[in-house]
């Protein structure tokens, strides 16, 4: 039997059966992650350590995105407002870019890069040498002591990033706009945030709370079901980060649409 005389049909069916599997083996994974960080006992080091790894160590990354981001962003609306008159705008069209798309969504994608794949190699390294098997060993559950704390982390952690995010992006947009159109510093200040609301950092700031909780997710879920020693860990490390990334894409979309109709 070969490739072409197999049935569609039942190809089609097969992959919509292992769809479905999978997102049921996330959403139980989800839960049970979820449920651990939510109830006691927590472990304070572990979470302070997470906390250093995902949002301190970040930051260099995630301030030259920010700041780069700004610039590029400020570049275009100059070039492309010309056409028409409207470069006293920019500072405006910059603010409102950085806080409510632009600052949790590559915050987000740097930290997939950076922390999914990074959660993922770790746990499933453990896994790989039975670290993992031994904890259940010494009656320690694994959940709470791995996969609680990285939640924690990332979901806090990544809300103040993008808070970092947005103060370097309007800035970097600031230095153009100085150099560009010689609006001072104090006036672009003064224009952002007569125009900026609290609804559109505080819409940001959801989304990246929901960013980081699905980083934390997919870089344990990949890592804790790793399999075949150091190829699997690399499969899975692969695995998180892109996944995270989609996760991140399409949840954005889904979190827009809700806040567009607010």
Known sequence: MGLFSTNPVAALGRATLEGVAAIGRVGLFAARGLGAALSPPWYPRQIIAQFASVGFLSLPVVGLTAWFTGAALALNIYSGGDRFNAETVLPQIVALGITRELGPVLAALMLAGRVASA?????????A???????V??????????????????????????????????????QVSNYLIDLSPSIYITNTMDFLTAWDVESGLIKSAVFGFIIGLMGCFHGDNAKGGARGVGRATTSAMVSAAVLILASDYLLTSVFALK
């Not at 959660?119 to 896994?127: K, T, Y």
């Not at 040498?129 to 904890?135: K, L, P, R, S």
């Not at 924690?152 to 809300?159: D, H, Q, V």
């Not at 103040?160 to 370097?168: Q, V």
């Open 129 to 135: 040498t039975e670290q993992v098997d031994a904890m």
């Open 137 to 174: 060993t010494l009656s320690t559950d694994p959940r709470r002591y791995l996969i609680a704390p990285r939640l924690i982390a990332a979901t806090l952690s990544l809300p103040l990033l993008t808070l970092i995010t947005d103060i370097i992006g309007v800035a970097g947009g600031m």
């Open 119 to 127: 959660m993922a190699s770790e746990i499933g390294a453990m896994r």
